[in-house]
Every structure is written in C-alpha cells, then in structure tokens.
C-alpha cells in the first residue's frame, strides 16, 4: 500500500532536477570563478557587473541602464547601484544621468575593460569558459 502511495506522490510533484542541478553547477561555478579572482583580490560581483556591462554596451557610447544590468544579472537595483557607484570611484566604470532623471548610464572605462581582460584570461586558464 504504501508503495502506491509513494507512486501518486511522485506523479503530483513535478520535479525539479533538473533545476536543482541547474543550481548547483551555477554555485560550483560561482565558487571556483571566486577562487581564481581571488588571487587578484577581485569579488565575483565585480567581474559579474564588469562582464555583464560589457555585453549591454553598445557603440554608441550611451551607456547602459543600470536597471538593465541588475535585470541581466539577477542582482538587486540597489546591490547594483552601491557597485556602479564603488566601480566609478576606483575608475573601472563611467557613470553619468541618463535621459530619465531617475535612471544612470554605465560605460566600462579603460581600466575597467583592462580588468575584465586580465579576469577573463585567468577564468579561461582555469577552463571557466567556453
């Protein structure tokens, strides 16, 4: 009895893992990214952000939404501000006030683009990347 219980029990619950698996190998990877930029003392969040800016930006030099970035990146509108602003002071993005008032504009900088090359380099010597 208690084995065709179990059978209804899984035919109601759809599963889930296939995005559990999902999961962990974006946290595995998460993980081994945080150990390879460690040793240049760069957070996963920057290179996140920085590689992240990098795809959004354009040629025309506008800049992108900094709602833009945190959509693509799943981080919060405020996680990705208090960066943005961080980034700027260190000189790795350029910040400045877009058409809407309430919304910023982000270009990577040189430094920053300098940055992301040397952060991607040691991700693919690692074999992070594709």
């Known amino acids: 009895m208690n084995r065709v219980k179990d ?15 999902r999961w962990r190998e974006a946290r ?4 081994r990214t945080r150990e390879v930029l460690g040793l240049q003392r760069t957070s996963f969040v920057e290179w ?5 800016l990098s ?7 506008e800049g992108v939404a900094q709602n833009e970035i945190a959509r693509r990146t ?8 208090y960066w943005m602003i961080m980034m700027a002071d260190c000189g790795l993005v350029d910040r ?8 910023w504009g982000v270009l990577l900088s040189s430094r920053g683009e300098e ?3 040397v952060c991607n380099e040691r991700l693919a010597a690692a074999g992070l990347t594709e």
């Open 48 to 52: 996140l952000l920085l590689q992240t």
């Open 7 to 21: 059978l209804r029990v899984q035919l109601r619950t759809p599963s889930t893992s296939v995005a559990r698996a």
């Open 115 to 117: 940055l992301l090359r």
């Open 55 to 61: 795809e959004l930006e354009g040629d025309d030099n």
């Open 74 to 81: 799943g981080l919060s509108r405020k996680v990705v501000s």
């Open 28 to 31: 595995e990877f998460e993980a």
């Open 96 to 103: 400045g006030q877009g058409d809407d008032p309430r919304s």
